[in-house]
Structures are given as structure tokens and as C-alpha cells.
């Protein structure tokens, strides 16, 4: 099983500022890597996926990097409404498919 | 639109079953692979189990291998999860997701989640 690991796993920032969100893989998954966005209440919501592509109707102050190990998801000025929980998930090896335990950003 | 509503869930005795069912509308249901995750606080978000767009195949995560069934009616746009021998561990939310591009992908689209509870 592909262990993924976000970190930090609590990071708090100021709206406007740029934030960078690291997640990390066990072993290699190419690109085979989505991020999603939770926010209390509501379900997960697919922003990334192949490690830089944004879904359907995602911001572009949202951007994913990184390949094999190592992924970074960015947010160029954070607005009010990307505070959340992020996941990232692995795709290339299942089952199963697994998550990251969540990096959670506050407001500061 | 695209949607998925999940319903089923409950409050159940360990040891009892229960059905959770996730109904798409707004797309060709038929042509997409399907999966059930669960998320608590303690365990996050953990994938239970998946099943082919024509139902020929299905995988299961280890921790519900041999209790728990996925399975689907394309003419209903339903998808099921059959939960047998539930734990106190199994309680969560449970969600279904769309997987855009056979089992192959990212979920892009969940439903709101279904409450499941066991407790004596």
C-alpha cells in the first residue's frame, strides 16, 4: 500500500498570501496525483488531478507540481473561501487507492 | 446537473447489515467506473471499494474484504453498498464518487454522504 503524507498538517495564513502545501508518496506514483478541497459539512472536491491539471471550473490561483514522490499544491493569493481541508490521493497503484491525512489552513 | 445522493444510512447494532445507495443523474451513468469512501475524524478519508462501469469486476479495501458487496443497476443509475457484519470501526460517512476515466482516475464528482452508525 502507497502511504501518502501531507505536510504541514496545520498552517495558518493571512488572505492574500501565497501558500505552498506538500504532499509526499512511499513509492513513485508518476503523476497519478489529485487534490481535493473539504470544507466543513460538505463533501471532498476534486481540484487537481495528474498532479497539474485543474478540473472543470477551478480557479487558477490553484496550481499542482511535482512528479513521482513529491507534490506541491499552491495557492497564488488565498481568498476567503479556500480555507479548508486539502487531501492529496494517489491513483497509480490500487487497491487501494489512498489519501493523505489532510493539511488544514486557517486563517491567522 | 451532475449529481450522486447517497442515502441508507443509520444507526445500526455490531454484528447487523445495512444497504447504502447512491443515485447519479445529469450523466451516462453506465460509463463510469464507481467507489464508496469513507472518512471519520481518526481515520480520514479511506477508500472502500470500487466497481466497473459495466459491473464486471469490483475491489474492495482489506479492512471490508469479505463484508461488504458494491454493486450496481445501470438501467436505475444506482449504485449499492451492501454492508454486512458491521464493526463500531465501519461507522463514518460514506460518500460514492464518479471516477471520470474507467477505475483509472481522480473522483471528480461525490455525493453529499450518507451517516452510517454502529453502536450497541
Known amino acids: 500500500e502507497i502511504v501518502m503524507t501531507q505536510s504541514p498538517v496545520t498552517l495558518s495564513v493571512s488572505p492574500g498570501e501565497r501558500v505552498t502545501l506538500a504532499c509526499r508518496a512511499s513509492q513513485s506514483v508518476g503523476s497519478s496525483l489529485a487534490w481535493y478541497q473539504q470544507k466543513p459539512g460538505q463533501a471532498p472536491r476534486l481540484l487537481i488531478y495528474?498532479?497539474?491539471t485543474r478540473a472543470t471550473g477551478i480557479p487558477a490561483r490553484f496550481s499542482g507540481s511535482g512528479s513521482g514522490t513529491d507534490f506541491t499544491l499552491t495557492i497564488s493569493s488565498l481568498q476567503s473561501e479556500d480555507f479548508a481541508v486539502y487531501y492529496c490521493?494517489?491513483?497509480?497503484?490500487?487497491?487501494?487507492?489512498?489519501f493523505g491525512q489532510g493539511t488544514k489552513l486557517e486563517i491567522k | 446537473q451532475v449529481q450522486l445522493v447517497e442515502s441508507g444510512g443509520g444507526v445500526v447494532q455490531p454484528g447487523k447489515s445495512l444497504r447504502l445507495s447512491c443515485e447519479a443523474s445529469g450523466f451516462t451513468f453506465s460509463s463510469n467506473g464507481m467507489h464508496w469512501i469513507r472518512q471519520t475524524p481518526g481515520r480520514g478519508l479511506e477508500w472502500v471499494a470500487v466497481i466497473y462501469s459495466d459491473g464486471s469486476d469490483q475491489f474492495y479495501a482489506d479492512s471490508v474484504k469479505g463484508r461488504f458487496t458494491i454493486s450496481r443497476d445501470n438501467p436505475k443509475n444506482t449504485l449499492f453498498l451492501q454492508m454486512n457484519s458491521l464493526r463500531v470501526e465501519d461507522t463514518a460517512v460514506y460518500y460514492c464518487?464518479?471516477?471520470?476515466?474507467?477505475?483509472?482516475?481522480?473522483?471528480?464528482?461525490w455525493g453529499q454522504g450518507t451517516m452510517v452508525t454502529v453502536s450497541s
Open positions: 464518487a464518479r471516477d471520470p476515466v474507467g477505475v483509472s482516475d481522480a473522483f471528480d464528482i
Open positions: 495528474g498532479a497539474s
Open positions: 490521493q494517489q491513483y497509480k497503484n490500487w487497491p487501494p487507492y489512498t
